[in-house]
């Protein structure tokens, strides 16, 4: 038996498979089946994962007709046999010792339940791609992911490997009308999951217009927002008797909808701009900073989202709550 099945889903990646599979035929660590999925492909991808799987017994091809990634990802799943599942997209390419690392990784971090690495873009990339991949590769340990996992998707989906009884605990991937990577994530994290993360970089991860976060709109910025909201309400909103939201800008005017809808609604709303406080958004207050002591000493177990997507405001804005006294990850949350 593989201690390691590597789950690779494809649809019509004849374009960047080549590069995938040299990336997996070059692995230091042997013991590894690849369970590859092609969904439906009408390119050259079928060609190239059969002959993969002839050159190497290690590989098994299933094939099914085009059901989208989720259904590609539930059925690679079931079919795995190891005991860790590593993912792997047909359009990256994996350091050698990608597997290797990561498998040492759990015993000697036996707490670990999923794990990623750093990862490093693959040709041309976007100033927002690399942004992205700076503040991912900046968070490293279990408090980091969980204190900013409702900003965005804190690990690679492709560099994850996981222990295959946390795959199980979480019942693989679910639909939900936003990305089914970042629901996993969420709902691992809301399992108790413990996360880590490599300090090397194992993965290339390209950005292109292929991509299914720039294709398919269960990625668009409002899904992903809906996302957060449901973990949000299920996690940190639970038994508060009141939210306030800092951001009553675009971000924050997208956001608190959002949470109006699902029936947190916020209590008052803090903001920079002069021109904002003072007035009201959906009846509430907009406050100033430094008038939310006072407002936060009216509740019993208040709570507070940032929705502030303005670079650098996040770091500005944590600064200031520390002033205050809130602990991020116990009193307040960033969402944007």
């Given at each position: 038996?593989?201690?390691?099945s590597?789950?690779?889903?494809?649809?019509?990646?004849?374009?960047?498979?080549?590069?995938?599979?040299?990336?997996?035929?070059?692995?230091?660590?042997?013991?590894?089946?690849?369970?590859?999925?092609?969904?439906?492909?009408?390119?050259?991808?079928?060609?190239?994962?059969?002959?993969a799987?002839?050159?190497?017994?290690?590989?098994?091809?299933?094939?099914q007709?085009?059901?989208?990634?989720?259904?590609?990802?539930?059925?690679?799943?079931?079919?795995?046999r190891?005991?860790f599942?590593?993912?792997?997209?047909?359009?990256?390419?994996?350091?050698?010792?990608?597997?290797?690392?990561?498998?040492?990784?759990?015993?000697?971090?036996?707490?670990?339940?999923v794990?990623?690495?750093?990862?490093?873009?693959?040709?041309?990339?976007?100033?927002?791609?690399?942004?992205?991949?700076?503040?991912?590769?900046?968070?490293?340990?279990?408090?980091?992911?969980?204190?900013?996992?409702?900003?965005?998707?804190?690990?690679?989906?492709?560099?994850?490997?996981?222990?295959?009884?946390?795959?199980?605990?979480?019942?693989?991937?679910?639909?939900?009308?936003?990305?089914?990577?970042?629901?996993?994530?969420?709902r691992?994290?809301?399992?108790?999951?413990?996360?880590?993360?490599?300090?090397?970089?194992?993965?290339?991860?390209?950005?292109?217009?292929?991509?299914?976060t720039?294709?398919?709109?269960r990625?668009?910025?409002?899904?992903?927002?809906?996302?957060?909201?449901?973990?949000?309400?299920?996690?940190?909103?639970?038994?508060?008797?009141?939210?306030?939201?800092?951001?009553?800008?675009?971000?924050?005017?997208?956001?608190?909808?959002?949470?109006?809808?699902?029936?947190?609604?916020?209590?008052?709303?803090?903001?920079?701009?002069?021109?904002?406080?003072?007035?009201?958004?959906?009846?509430?207050?907009?406050?100033?900073?430094?008038?939310?002591?006072?407002?936060?000493?009216?509740?019993?177990?208040?709570?507070l989202?940032?929705?502030?997507?303005?670079?650098?405001?996040?770091?500005?804005?944590?600064a200031?709550?520390?002033?205050?006294?809130?602990?991020?990850?116990?009193?307040?949350?960033?969402?944007?």
């Amino acid at each position: 038996m593989p201690e390691i099945s590597l789950l690779m889903p494809c649809y019509n990646a004849a374009a960047t498979l080549p590069e995938a599979l040299t990336s997996i035929a070059a692995q230091t660590f042997a013991a590894y089946e690849v369970v590859a999925v092609d969904d439906g492909s009408t390119d050259a991808t079928p060609g190239l994962l059969a002959e993969a799987a002839r050159r190497d017994p290690r590989w098994r091809v299933l094939a099914q007709p085009h059901g989208g990634i989720l259904t590609a990802l539930n059925a690679g799943l079931a079919a795995c046999r190891g005991a860790f599942i590593a993912r792997m997209d047909a359009d990256d390419r994996m350091h050698p010792a990608r597997l290797e690392v990561q498998r040492a990784w759990f015993p000697a971090h036996p707490e670990t339940d999923v794990l990623g690495c750093r990862v490093e873009p693959l040709g041309p990339a976007r100033e927002g791609f690399r942004l992205y991949l700076d503040w991912q590769n900046s968070l490293m340990t279990d408090e980091d992911i969980r204190r900013e996992r409702f900003v965005e998707s804190p690990l690679a989906h492709p560099g994850l490997m996981l222990r295959r009884e946390a795959y199980d605990r979480l019942g693989g991937y679910e639909e939900h009308g936003w990305a089914e990577d970042y629901d996993l994530l969420l709902r691992a994290a809301q399992a108790g999951l413990r996360f880590a993360k490599t300090p090397e970089s194992l993965l290339a991860w390209r950005d292109h217009p292929e991509r299914l976060t720039r294709t398919d709109a269960r990625y668009s910025p409002h899904n992903f927002a809906r996302a957060r909201v449901h973990y949000l309400a299920a996690g940190p909103l639970a038994g508060r008797d009141a939210l306030i939201l800092w951001g009553a800008g675009e971000s924050g005017r997208r956001f608190s909808k959002l949470l109006k809808e699902a029936g947190h609604a916020p209590a008052a709303y803090v903001d920079v701009d002069p021109r904002r406080i003072g007035s009201t958004r959906y009846g509430r207050p907009i406050l100033p900073p430094e008038v939310l002591p006072a407002e936060w000493a009216r509740y019993r177990n208040p709570v507070l989202l940032a929705a502030v997507g303005a670079r650098g405001a996040r770091a500005l804005i944590r600064a200031r709550l520390e002033d205050f006294g809130l602990v991020e990850g116990r009193d307040w949350w960033a969402a944007a």
